[in-house]
């Protein structure tokens, strides 16, 4: 069998398709963080100011959000590897023209403020193909890894693509750095191309533009299957972890963006240097975070796994401004990584295996948006909060918002038992399993119960 031997967490790498995705998703990743550096030094550096990064920033974050619902209806409509191709084909090129712009001239709203909007519609539609494709590509016993490896690339582009972004800007300057930002655009754009072509050839699969098998039979019994609508109202765990979701962000944003700067900045007195090491210690513990997720076996209870996991991160989040130093305060944010790396990863592993698959577009994309819907509450309330009493008090506030959500999850028995068969549980409100959902949706390729893993997407490792 292709594979054989390697480590639990790289097992989905016996998938073509999978390695495809995640070769590509690792560049356009690192990519991503060369943009993070050239984009404010560009601006700044040509006299452009704070307001007019500001003015960007916002030009960028609001079509993202509002096109996070289409880019779920997109990717369930026509694949999420299809979508996925298309928005990274349009970022590419408007990338591409900010590196034209660079050489061109200053900085300029006229410019920025049209290719920041095409980027941020680009990541909107994006965004929901690029959480709902896993399960496209894997058998459910090699997915919570896969989710583990696609979150550890973009954890490791996040550690190294700022100093190797670094480098470049300083030496080169910032349109090299956004011409290789393109270049890797078009890398992750042609391996959803080979992952696309892989998905087609598999054995049992519907020619090019014919529905799948398994659709058309539904279409003939008169059954569309369950939609997000009904599964909004119909089902409680996803009116639970919606509001689980929304709680627990409430404090995330401003705890990055505002409050940890200005602990690091103010009380802590570490400079720059400092809080770039904090920031690299939140970086690392989730990157061994998601390690750690990749290499265990499947929880018999997913969610009260990942809610002890993330009750942890709030208990160390909580204590980060009273413990008086900087290793100390780096010490407890890696903690904070790690718990927040696993947990994310196994709690969105369990709502991939059972949500239906023509709605996972949807689902993922409701719930991105709940996760970052609150991020300009979140960062303005902490403005507040830090100005009037200082940093210290957003911390315990941010942490405590994280633990009320999650232990008040935990006391809804739909939460406990979720991921669990019925029989296991001996209650007729668990949540349905996959089985039962899918018995309503079409068969998707490599999904697991009841199909086997897809010999289409799996060939020899060189």
Same mark, same amino acid.
């Given at each position: 069998?292709?594979?054989?031997?390697?480590?639990?967490? !790289?097992? %989905?790498?016996?998938?073509?398709?999978?390695?495809?995705?995640?070769?590509?998703? !690792?560049?356009?990743?690192?990519?991503?963080?060369?943009?993070?550096? *050239?984009? %404010?030094?560009?601006?700044? *550096?040509?006299?452009?100011?704070?307001?007019?990064?500001?003015?960007?920033?916002?030009?960028?974050?609001?079509?993202?959000?509002?096109?996070?619902?289409?880019?779920?209806?997109? &990717?369930?409509?026509?694949?999420?590897?299809?979508?996925?191709?298309?928005?990274?084909?349009?970022?590419?090129?408007?990338?591409?023209?900010?590196?034209?712009?660079?050489? &061109?001239?200053?900085?300029?709203?006229?410019?920025?403020?049209?290719?920041?909007?095409?980027?941020?519609?680009? $990541?909107?539609?994006?965004?929901?193909? &690029?959480?709902?494709?896993?399960?496209?590509?894997?058998?459910?016993?090699?997915?919570?890894?896969?989710?583990?490896?696609?979150?550890?690339?973009?954890?490791?582009?996040?550690?190294?693509?700022?100093?190797?972004?670094?480098?470049?800007? *300083?030496?080169?300057?910032?349109?090299?750095?956004?011409?290789?930002?393109?270049?890797?655009?078009?890398?992750?754009?042609?391996?959803?191309?080979?992952?696309?072509?892989?998905?087609?050839?598999?054995?049992?699969?519907?020619?090019?533009?014919?529905?799948?098998?398994?659709?058309?039979?539904?279409?003939?019994?008169?059954?569309?299957?369950?939609?997000?609508?009904?599964?909004?109202?119909? $089902?409680?765990?996803?009116?639970?972890?919606?509001?689980?979701?929304?709680?627990?962000?409430?404090?995330?944003?401003?705890?990055?963006?505002?409050?940890?700067?200005? #602990?690091?900045?103010?009380?802590?007195?570490?400079?720059?240097?400092?809080?770039?090491?904090?920031?690299?210690?939140?970086?690392?513990?989730?990157?061994?975070?998601?390690?750690?997720?990749?290499?265990?076996?499947?929880?018999?209870?997913?969610?009260?796994?990942?809610?002890?996991?993330?009750?942890?991160? *709030?208990?160390?989040?909580?204590?980060?401004?009273?413990?008086? &130093?900087?290793?100390?305060?780096?010490?407890?944010?890696?903690?904070?990584?790690?718990? $927040?790396?696993?947990?994310?990863?196994?709690?969105?592993?369990?709502?991939?295996?059972?949500?239906?698959?023509?709605?996972?577009?949807?689902?993922?994309?409701?719930?991105? #948006?709940?996760?970052?819907?609150?991020?300009?509450?979140?960062?303005?309330?902490?403005?507040?909060?830090?100005?009037?009493?200082?940093?210290? %008090?957003?911390?315990?506030?941010?942490?405590?918002?994280?633990? #009320?959500?999650?232990?008040?999850?935990?006391?809804?028995?739909?939460?406990?038992?979720?991921?669990?068969? %019925?029989?296991?549980?001996?209650?007729?409100?668990?949540?349905?399993?996959? $089985?039962?959902?899918?018995?309503?949706?079409?068969?998707?390729?490599?999904?697991?119960?009841?199909?086997?893993?897809?010999?289409?997407?799996?060939?020899?490792?060189?």
């Amino acid at each position: 069998m292709a594979g054989r031997g390697l480590p639990r967490g !790289l097992t %989905p790498l016996r998938h073509r398709g999978f390695r495809l995705l995640a070769g590509g998703q !690792l560049t356009s990743n690192v990519g991503d963080a060369l943009y993070m550096v *050239a984009l %404010p030094w560009y601006v700044l *550096a040509e006299h452009g100011g704070a307001l007019l990064l500001g003015t960007v920033l916002a030009a960028y974050g609001i079509p993202r959000t509002v096109l996070l619902a289409v880019g779920g209806q997109a &990717s369930d409509r026509w694949r999420p590897w299809t979508v996925m191709m298309a928005a990274d084909t349009v970022r590419m090129v408007a990338v591409a023209a900010l590196a034209v712009a660079t050489v &061109s001239g200053p900085a300029s709203a006229v410019v920025l403020v049209p290719i920041a909007v095409v980027l941020g519609a680009g $990541e909107g539609l994006f965004l929901p193909g &690029s959480m709902a494709i896993a399960p496209a590509l894997l058998p459910g016993d090699d997915l919570q890894a896969g989710n583990a490896l696609l979150a550890g690339g973009t954890q490791l582009a996040t550690l190294a693509g700022p100093l190797v972004g670094g480098v470049i800007v *300083a030496f080169f300057g910032p349109a090299p750095a956004f011409a290789i930002d393109a270049a890797t655009f078009a890398v992750s754009a042609l391996t959803l191309v080979g992952v696309r072509a892989t998905q087609r050839t598999a054995p049992g699969a519907a020619p090019a533009g014919q529905p799948e098998p398994a659709a058309v039979a539904l279409a003939d019994a008169g059954n569309p299957g369950p939609t997000l609508r009904s599964m909004l109202r119909s $089902e409680p765990i996803l009116q639970v972890g919606l509001l689980v979701t929304v709680a627990a962000n409430l404090g995330s944003g401003g705890l990055g963006e505002v409050a940890l700067p200005s #602990l690091a900045h103010g009380p802590l007195h570490s400079g720059a240097g400092g809080y770039g090491a904090l920031i690299a210690a939140l970086g690392g513990g989730a990157l061994v975070g998601t390690i750690v997720a990749g290499q265990a076996r499947q929880a018999r209870r997913p969610l009260v796994v990942g809610t002890f996991a993330f009750l942890v991160a *709030a208990v160390a989040m909580a204590a980060v401004p009273y413990v008086g &130093s900087t290793v100390a305060v780096g010490l407890l944010i890696a903690v904070f990584g790690v718990m $927040e790396g696993f947990g994310n990863v196994v709690t969105i592993t369990a709502v991939q295996r059972w949500a239906p698959p023509q709605v996972m577009g949807r689902l993922m994309g409701v719930l991105v #948006l709940a996760s970052m819907g609150l991020f300009p509450v979140s960062v303005a309330l902490a403005g507040f909060v830090v100005h009037d009493l200082g940093p210290a %008090p957003f911390f315990p506030f941010a942490s405590a918002t994280l633990a #009320l959500a999650v232990l008040v999850a935990l006391t809804q028995r739909t939460w406990r038992d979720f991921g669990m068969a %019925p029989a296991a549980t001996g209650s007729s409100d668990t949540s349905p399993p996959l $089985e039962t959902l899918t018995a309503l949706a079409p068969a998707d390729p490599g999904r697991d119960a009841p199909a086997a893993a897809p010999a289409d997407t799996t060939d020899q490792m060189p």
